[in-house]
């Protein structure tokens, strides 16, 4: 059976201009014009309905030509009835899943509202705020999310040599090993749901308010992934004699375990909690503060003359945890599926509670890059 909505129609144009009509022949004509009518793009009979309706309220007639951004929002208060009919196939409907696997490998995910330049912007803004791993880490965009390589070059082991005149120079090339990323998960931020009221109120900012929201939700979702990982490569610097405390001498042990390669770029990543921990240490003779707190000049706070970042997901103050790392943060990967930071509105699913909401989607991971026997990133660890 044709899809087409003109071909639909023509073939029932043919089958009622036959010179015999049966059961049969009417059955088939009702169930072409009911598939053709499923197939109408009615977005340009609602925009002169807008248009008229504008008229006769003595308003401005909408604009024909909805931007990017003005189409999202509408999308966001009005659901897939904002949109045109194909893209609303693009995006799905509500009872589809949002995420169709069998794409995933080659496509990235689908089923969501590719979200535009704005709310990109902001979502990144408020994710960097909240965990500062994200704005640490290098951003490696890709196409799909099918497993890949980065390729890292890290000559930290070799030096130069005098060579003697007139003498063959020696051979030393650089470290080259792959950091492997597997498939790309996708992240899902959950429903978020609001009055039906606060979706269709023009005067309040709903996509600014969703892109904050889920912005807290990947933060803390994948900024808890991300530390782990992190953990999980960064190699020990030192550990502490204390389960809940860390001494100034074991902060400066800590920089002089990092290869002094990674000092330029060096920086720590920590807690809130741990930093103020750090902050309040004074001297048993002077009580003068060890490490009075010194800002930049970005204003970032320094620890022993070292920028300091913060984490929520980094490991409190306890027994057997890594609560401090220090190096080259920029060597961490955050790996991200272009176009993959979609949003689906959801109008029917919560209709009979007068809600609407919404579900944001992410694809993305990350890696510590690592070659040769020098670790980029080191941590303090607690004692046991």
């Not at 109120?201 to 904050?212: N, Q, V, W």
């Not at 807290?216 to 190699?235: K, Q």
Request: with cysteine; charged share 20%; net charge negative.
């Amino acid at each position: 059976m044709p899809t087409d909505r003109a071909a639909l129609l023509a073939e029932a144009d043919s089958i009622l201009h036959k010179t015999t009509f049966t059961k049969e022949d009417s059955a088939r004509v009702e169930s072409l014009l009911r598939l053709a009518d499923a197939t109408t793009d009615r977005s340009d009979l609602r925009r002169a309905s807008l248009a008229q309706h504008s008229a006769q309220l003595g308003l401005p007639a909408p604009i024909a030509s909805m931007s990017a951004d003005t189409k999202f929002v509408a999308y966001l208060r009005e659901g897939p009835g904002a949109l045109t009919l194909e893209e609303r196939r693009k995006i799905g409907t509500e009872r589809t899943q949002p995420i169709r696997a069998a794409q995933s490998a080659g496509t990235g995910s689908a089923g969501g509202y590719v979200v535009p330049a704005s709310f990109s912007d902001t979502f990144l803004t408020i994710l960097k705020k909240v965990d500062e791993l994200f704005g640490l880490a290098t951003l490696f965009p890709t196409r799909t999310g099918s497993p890949t390589n980065f390729p890292l070059i890290d000559d930290t082991a070799n030096v130069a040599a005098v060579v003697a005149e007139n003498a063959q120079s020696t051979e030393v090339e650089p470290t080259y090993a792959p950091c492997v990323f597997g498939q790309c998960p996708t992240w899902r931020s959950g429903m978020m749901r609001a009055s039906v009221e606060l979706a269709q109120d023009s005067h309040f900012p709903l996509e600014a308010l969703l892109a904050g929201v889920a912005a807290l939700r990947f933060a803390r979702g994948v900024g808890a992934a991300f530390i782990t990982t992190l953990l999980g490569a960064a190699g020990l610097g030192v550990t502490a004699a204390a389960t809940n405390a860390i001494a100034a001498d074991e902060v400066f042990s800590l920089i002089d375990s990092l290869d002094a390669a990674y000092l330029p770029n060096a920086a720590f990543l920590m807690s809130h909690a741990t930093f103020t921990a750090l902050s309040k240490l004074k001297g048993a003779g002077s009580g003068n503060y060890l490490f009075p707190v010194t800002l930049n000049a970005e204003g970032r706070p320094l620890l022993a003359g070292f920028p300091v970042y913060f984490s929520p997901s980094m490991p409190a103050l306890a027994a057997g945890a890594k609560t401090v790392t220090f190096g080259e943060h920029s060597r961490f990967l955050r790996r991200e599926v272009i176009g993959s930071l979609q949003l689906k509105t959801y109008v029917e699913r919560y209709a009979e509670l007068g809600q609407v909401a919404w579900e944001a989607f992410l694809r993305t991971d990350g890696a510590l890059a690592l070659s040769g026997s020098n670790v980029p990133v080191v941590y303090l660890a607690q004692h046991a």
